[in-house]
């Protein structure tokens, strides 16, 4: 079974530019989960999608914004990039009923430069 | 106070030892408890939850949760160099109602060298 798959793998950008990170969860996962990974901080919470609807926001700034399709897919946009946007981007999934034991894609490092 | 507190580390242990890793939360209303292993340039893969006060034992590894004390704990017996990574604490969080909600707060991790 295939896990939680994202793209790009990598993405460099300028700064001022606009992003778009890919997420397909695990077949069968509805709820699809963003986490931020700055270097040497930890995985901080953006954004969590169920059903198509946004559940949950974390404490980032409205530029960060995403979206689930139907088909239970998401991205993530960042808008007006900045160096500091510049991590390595988590996608997650769970199950219906499972609760919060999520499952982590590879990720997508982001660099702004 | 952090939500999730985790020692950095690094944690150093001789090879067939037990790696003992540490872990307290601040929300006394959290439900679940999980711990994941990241290797360096890797994404975080899950290795145990708890929700239940106790022990719970998978193959080397086992999960200890006081809730009473706010702590949780993952014990790896028969430890090898291929142990050697960062471990996440994370714990559920809360909507500010008191709701459940699927976000998890990690904590920033504690180093494991496993030396052989």
């Known amino acids: 079974e295939a896990g939680v798959t994202q793209s790009p793998t990598h993405l460099i950008k300028t700064r001022g530019q606009q992003a778009t990170l890919r997420c397909s969860p695990i077949?069968?996962?509805?709820?699809v989960y963003w986490y931020q990974q700055a270097l040497g901080l930890g995985l901080q919470f953006l954004l969590w999608?169920?059903?198509?609807?946004?559940?949950n926001r974390g404490n980032f700034p409205p530029r960060f914004s995403g979206r689930q399709f139907p088909n239970y897919s998401s991205e993530l946009n960042v808008n007006a990039l900045e160096l500091e946007d510049s991590a390595l981007y988590l996608c997650?999934?769970?199950?219906?009923?499972?609760?919060?034991?999520?499952?982590f894609g590879e990720g997508s490092w982001l660099t702004v430069v | 106070q952090k939500e999730v507190e985790q020692n950095s580390g690094p944690l150093s242990v001789p090879e067939g030892a037990i790696a003992s890793l540490n872990c307290t939360y601040s929300?006394?209303?959290?439900?679940?408890f999980f711990w994941y292993r990241q290797y360096s340039g890797k994404s975080p893969e899950l290795i145990m939850f708890?929700?239940?006060?106790g022990d719970k034992e998978d193959g080397r590894f086992t999960a200890q949760l006081n809730k009473a004390s706010q702590y949780v704990s993952l014990l790896i017996r028969d430890s090898q160099p291929s142990d050697s990574a960062t471990y996440l604490c994370?714990?559920?969080?809360?909507?500010?109602?008191?709701?459940?909600?699927?976000?998890?707060?990690f904590g920033t991790g504690t180093l494991l060298a496993v030396q052989p």
């Open positions: 994370a714990v559920s969080a809360r909507l500010s109602h008191g709701g459940a909600t699927n976000k998890l707060i």
């Open positions: 929300d006394r209303g959290s439900q679940s």
């Open positions: 999608y169920d059903e198509g609807e946004e559940r």
């Open positions: 997650a999934s769970s199950a219906p009923g499972s609760g919060n034991t999520i499952y």
């Open positions: 077949s069968g996962h509805t709820s």
């Open positions: 708890i929700y239940s006060n």
